[in-house]
């Protein structure tokens, strides 16, 4: 120890204060020395020195602040004072040349450290342990917090300890691990809990199997008992596929059992946590195939021609079967894609193999889904040739008739004809499938019963099924004469080698009239010379052959063979002949003969025979020219002509001049006529006029009337279309010649209309209504009524109505229509359209047509509408309920009310395809009198036109679903059917028609409708679509195609409203006018700046307008700028200025607004121009200078912006309560009297903006 007793030290320097360890206390190796020390000098440095067993330890601690106050900390060196021992130790500081007296310590005790656990690791069933602050040689035990001994840890001599041991610990979350060290001095402190997660051990998958269905089953090992097995797949995609629970210590197994997860073939990874209130770690990553299931071979089945059909099962959905050889000979011999699980079939579509008859051919399937499965069991199958096929003969059949068999093998080696199992001689001809037997032998008289096998590749085909047939002597064929022949022709036909045939005529067995013997199937016989000739014409005949003494049947049906008749003799005219010479023709066949005259070209002639029998008068139907003619002539009968008659040559000489040729007056060229028309030809008085049909035949052929007109009604309707005559004229020299062809166009015959109204029951007040055709009339009569007795006659429309006059009495009545044009008629209409007449306070005028076909898909809907009546009146009814449901059904789809106009609508959507029956029903408001009318909804599933093109108007794309067509009157459209890429109505036509209404709406297309149009690949079908006058607001146009079903389009017109979409405004005024409502009034000499405003959606945004005043602005000095000409509307709206400054007068005019490009007949805004904004520029006080003492009030007004006089201002006067109007004379003054008394008050308008200006109070 230092002297404390030195002189030397400065007496007013102390100790310093040791602030731990705490004074003689027990310490802990390496514990904090800590002093402090306060001077008034600067402290320079610290010593620390230890004494132990008489042994003193100097240091010199680093760890302080130098200064006047100074603080030092020091660790004591470990492991020199053993644990148990006893020491103490002294501290001083330095101050310049002199250190400070000594602080001590007290005796102190080194205890044991407190160890201090640094890490715990716990897996695999082991414990690894690590720490510090040991003791070497001393006890290192290890403990559950201050709960149980685990086990002890080695000391190293650097105080590090550590310890790794097996052993099983309960999962939990924060096991707490603590440390105590013991030696002969005692034991250590606890060290600080160590807080580790005892996770379940780690689980190892060992393998994994799916169910034929794809669910998974995994097994494995380090299982915790009651522990939760999860599976996961590799990367954790879709979460935990599932959880179960395991019971058991080691191996586990756990199965998807609730079906959640399917693993189709291909590779899989995955990895299972085990929890038991903490997760473990992932086992390892396990990789799994799975195989799609091996498929199963159940049966085969080979084609006629050798190809292969296999039918299976357990089939995986979309897997790929493929077919193998046994040993895979050949690769995949064909494969097929299957669509769902279990049995399947696949074909070798490719006809690649063919497997030829043989006893045993082996295969073997597989299936492939993103891997392939096991190969399935070998299958077995023996291939037999096709069962053949004899076509069965019509019975009886011939003696050596022969038989066609059929379904005969490519490599056929041998075909056996079998009779009760023997073998029948014969040979088989021909190749292929098809072959003839022909027997060697005749066939067994009577029955007969023969099968066939075939034989190929050494295997016998199973006999084919039974052909039984009777033999006998068949009828002989007749094969001619095939062209006519003379009158004793040669007959030639086939039969048995052999036989004896007979020919007879038909229906007669004698005279027979020719025989010959069959050699080598076929025979001729010559007409028997013992028999006369056969008569011209049509001659039938029939034969039967006979052999053995067994005779056929006669065959059938008889044959028919032409004999031509003699050739006509022309008896030669003289050299020289006139040009009407007419030509004898001789030897005609009969009365029934027909004789035609022909020149040398074999051109016919025309004329007209006259006489009977074997002699006939021919007269040319035009004078002969002059010069020399060759003729010649033949006849027919029954169709049958003769050859031609020897020519005969003759010359005509001239005769005198022809007259001119006739004209046709009725029916003029180019224009339409009914079937039977009247015609009216112009030619020489008493002409012979002869009219025809150029080509064709005579219609008529008189004599002209005094003054050369001949007129008549063709007696033969005429076909419908285009009609071209000719005329000529004779008198008594040549005649005239045929006239150029006279055109003109009959028109069809009208259609039968149709009755739609009444139906079901209706009120005593009638209207009939139905459909036709704009033309004519229309006749109505009741059914059993004669048909001159009608009940009205009506202008024929399209859409026709007729109204009774008078009520109808109640009852039940039957009426048929019928529409008649220019002397043509259709038929009556059919079924009579029947209803009964009651009283009904109101009943059902009409029902608009069902003009579309909605699809289910595309959840489109159809407007259906109903117009109600009053019963009383037969006038529109509004406010009336309807009824909307289904026939049948009792449930109200809808109710709807009708308009002022009577009509209710109802959209229909359907919820099925097919045929719908909707109902609209007034019984409600009818007072229980029943009353409805039907409408049929035809629904369509699929809208096959959406897959092949779409439909465009203004390029905008029609949507049924959203709503029918709808066009604005006056509005040109563009229709476009787009076509898409690779549609089959490419090169195909296709037809816009108008299903009902499109006339009478107006609508005008070009092309025009009914026209077809070429669908060419990238080029839409386009319709221009404008107006023409016209009231109809619906109609359906039809669009057709060959290839596909009509495709009905719904549309409405509407008209539209310039009030609603657009106003007009004066900047500055405060009022809105609309064209066709209230007048503007603008002020003589103003000029203002006016905007036409558009409302949101108006159809008028983005089109050109302009205004245009009326013929009455100009005179009075009224003008617009820009003048006449077009601005595009905008959503602001668009300015003009409307001056008025030069006009001196009031007056009236208008402004429209017309639409570029657009039909549309707009309205007008009136305008009224006057003193129309004023002001009072004085006003003449209360006097009371009128006669009878009465006062006397007045003003003057000009006019705000000219300051002229302003007359006809109008003027409220109010004269105490008693209200009149008045207005101001042309000075502008307006004055009013009134008694003693009163008071007046005067309050002038300005129109201009609805402002007022009041008198003084």
Avoid at 268 to 280: C, G, N, V
Avoid at 356 to 371: E, G, M
Avoid at 822 to 839: K, L, N, Q, Y
Wanted: net charge negative; charged share 20%.
């Amino acid at each position: 120890m230092a002297n404390e007793m030195d002189e030397s030290v400065e007496p007013l320097v102390f100790a310093p204060d040791i602030i731990t360890p705490p004074f003689a206390s027990t310490v802990e190796d390496g514990f904090l020395i800590s002093a402090s020390a306060a001077t008034v000098s600067f402290i320079i440095g610290w010593r620390v020195e230890i004494w132990f067993s008489g042994e003193s330890y100097m240091y010199y601690p680093t760890d302080f602040n130098p200064g006047p106050y100074s603080r030092m900390n020091f660790y004591f060196p470990r492991n020199l004072i053993p644990a148990g021992r006893k020491f103490h130790f002294e501290v001083d500081y330095q101050y310049g040349i002199f250190n400070s007296p000594w602080a001590l310590s007290g005796d102190l005790t080194m205890t044991l450290p407190k160890p201090v656990i640094t890490n715990v690791i716990y897996s695999g069933g082991a414990v690894r342990i690590e720490g510090r602050n040991g003791v070497f040689g001393a006890r290192m035990m290890v403990w559950e917090g201050l709960g149980s001994h685990l086990f002890d840890a080695d000391i190293a001599p650097d105080g590090s300890w550590t310890r790794s041991i097996s052993m099983s610990l309960t999962p939990r979350k924060g096991f707490p691990f603590t440390a105590q060290q013991s030696n002969d001095s005692g034991l250590s402190e606890y060290a600080d809990n160590y807080f580790i997660d005892i996770l379940p051990p780690k689980p190892v998958i060992t393998g994994a199997e799916t169910s034929p269905d794809g669910y998974l089953t995994v097994h494995g090992t380090n299982g915790y008992r009651n522990a939760q097995i999860k599976i996961w797949r590799e990367g954790g995609t879709d979460g935990v596929l599932f959880i179960v629970d395991n019971p058991s210590e080691g191996a586990w197994t756990v199965s998807d059992t609730r079906r959640r997860w399917v693993f189709p073939p291909q590779k899989h990874s995955i990895t299972a946590q085990q929890f038991f209130y903490l997760d473990s770690a992932y086992a390892d990553t396990y990789e799994f195939y799975v195989l799609p299931p091996t498929p199963v071979i159940t049966q085969v089945e080979i084609s006629s021609d050798g190809y292969l059909t296999v039918h299976g099962s357990n089939g995986y959905p979309n897997a790929q079967i493929k077919i193998w050889r046994q040993g895979g000979t050949d690769g995949v011999l064909f494969s097929g894609t299957i669509s769902s699980a279990g049995p399947w079939t696949v074909s070798d579509t490719n006809r690649r193999w063919i497997f030829p008859p043989h006893p045993k051919h082996v295969i073997l399937a597989q299936q492939y889904f993103n891997l392939d499965s096991a190969y399935s069991s070998e299958f077995e199958f023996e291939v037999r040739p096709p069962k053949p096929e004899i076509t069965p003969p019509a019975s009886p059949i011939g003696l050596k008739q022969t038989l066609d068999v059929t379904n005969i093998g490519l490599n056929a080696e041998t075909l056996k004809m079998l009779r009760s199992g023997i073998e029948v001689p014969g040979s088989f001809t021909g190749t292929g499938s098809s072959r003839t037997f022909t027997p060697s032998q005749n066939w067994l008289s009577g029955s007969n019963t023969v099968s066939l096998v075939q034989i190929v590749g050494g295997v016998s085909s199973d006999p084919s099924e039974p052909c039984t047939f009777t033999v006998s002597l068949e009828a002989p064929e007749i094969s001619g004469p095939t062209t006519p022949s003379s009158p004793r022709p040669t007959f030639a036909g086939k039969g048995v080698d052999g036989a004896t045939v007979d020919v007879v005529q038909h229906h007669f067995a004698s005279p027979i009239l020719a025989t010959a013997t069959v050699e080598n199937g076929q025979w001729t016989a010559t007409l028997a010379e013992s028999r006369p000739d056969l008569p011209a014409g049509s001659f039938l005949v029939t034969a039967m052959q006979t052999l053995d003494g067994f005779s056929s049947g006669w065959f059938t049906p008889a044959f028919e063979i032409k004999v031509k008749p003699p050739k006509p003799v022309i008896t030669p005219p003289t050299e020289t002949v006139a040009p009407n010479q007419s030509l004898t023709i001789t030897r005609v066949y009969s009365g029934a003969a027909t004789v035609a005259l022909f020149d040398e070209h074999n051109l016919s002639v025309a004329g007209e025979f006259s006489g009977t029998g074997a002699v006939r008068t021919f007269t040319p139907a035009e004078e002969w020219v002059t010069g020399s003619h060759t003729v010649k002539a033949k006849q027919a009968v029954a169709a049958v002509d003769s050859d031609f008659s020897e020519e005969c040559t003759f010359i005509v000489e001239e005769q005198g001049e022809r007259p001119e040729i006739p004209t046709f007056e009725l029916p003029r060229a180019g224009t339409a006529t009914s079937t039977r028309p009247d015609i009216r030809v112009k030619g020489s008085p008493d002409a012979l006029i002869t009219v025809k049909l150029v080509g064709a035949e005579v219609l008529c052929s008189a004599k002209a009337d005094p003054t050369g007109v001949l007129e008549f009604r063709v007696a033969s309707a005429l076909e419908p279309g285009r009609i071209d005559l000719e005329v000529k004229q004779k008198a008594s020299g040549p005649d005239s010649g045929w006239s150029e062809a006279h055109t003109f166009v009959v028109n069809a015959p009208p259609k039968t209309p149709k009755i739609r109204n009444p139906r079901g029951s209706t009120t005593p007040v009638i209207i009939i209504s139905g459909e036709g055709e704009t033309r004519g009339s229309i006749k109505i009569r009741h059914e059993k009524e004669p048909e001159e007795t009608e009940i009205a006659i009506v202008e024929g429309f399209r859409n026709w109505s007729w109204k009774a006059t008078e009520p109808w009495s109640k009852g039940s009545y039957a009426i048929v229509a019928q529409q008649v044009d220019e002397g043509d008629h259709s038929g009556w209409s059919e079924p009579a359209r029947t209803f009964d007449v009651i009283d009904a306070r109101y009943g059902i005028r009409d029902g608009g047509r069902v003009l579309g076909q909605p699809v289910v898909e595309e959840k489109q809907s159809v407007l259906l509408r109903v117009q109600v009546m009053s019963g009383i009146t037969g006038e529109p009814s509004a406010g009336v309920q309807v009824q909307w449901r289904l026939k049948g059904g009792d449930d109200v789809l809808a109710t709807t009310e009708t308009g002022p106009d009577g009509w209710a609508n109802y959209r229909y959507l359907p919820g099925t395809e097919g045929l719908h029956e909707v109902l609209a029903d007034i019984t409600n408001d009818n007072d229980g009198v029943a009353m409805s009318w039907l409408f049929e909804v035809t629904a369509l599933l699929h809208d096959e036109w959406a897959q092949e093109a779409r439909l465009y108007l203004d390029g905008a794309l029609v949507d049924l679903a959203k709503d029918d067509i709808v066009l604005l009157r006056g509005k040109p459209y563009s229709l476009e059917l787009r076509v898409n890429s690779g549609s089959r109505l490419i090169g195909s036509p296709v037809i816009l028609q108008d299903q009902w209404g499109a006339e009478e709406a107006g609508l005008r297309f070009d092309p025009a409708i009914g026209v077809p149009r070429l669908v060419e690949e990238g080029k839409p079908v386009v319709w221009s679509i404008s107006f023409n006058e016209g009231d109809g607001a619906y109609f359906g146009l039809n669009l057709t195609c060959p290839l596909l079903s009509d495709w009905p389009l719904p549309g409405k017109v509407e008209t539209v409203d310039f009030a609603k979409v657009v106003d007009l405004v004066f900047i500055g005024n405060p009022k809105v006018f609309v064209f066709g409502g209230e007048p503007a009034y603008p002020c003589i000499g103003g000029l203002y700046r006016i905007k036409v405003r558009p409302s949101a959606n108006s159809p008028l945004l983005g089109k050109s307008v302009k205004l245009q005043l009326s013929p009455e602005a100009a005179p009075l000095g009224v003008f617009t700028s820009p003048p006449g000409s077009y601005q595009k509307m905008v959503e602001g709206g668009v300015e003009w200025a409307l001056d008025c400054h030069s006009s001196v007068e009031s007056g009236a005019f208008s402004i429209g607004l017309r639409v570029s490009d657009w039909d549309v007949k707009d309205l007008d805004l009136s305008m009224c121009l006057g003193h129309n904004k004023v002001k009072v520029v004085a006003w003449s006080p209360p006097s009371q200078d009128v006669p009878g003492g009465k006062w006397k009030y007045g003003a003057f007004v000009r006019s705000v912006g000219t300051e002229l006089k302003a007359s006809g201002v109008p003027v409220t006067i109010d004269v105490s309560g008693v209200v009149s109007q008045g207005s101001t004379n042309s000075n502008g003054y307006i004055e009013v009297e009134y008694d003693d008394g009163q008071s007046a008050r005067l309050e002038f308008h300005n129109r201009y903006d609805g402002s007022s200006v009041f008198s003084p109070e």
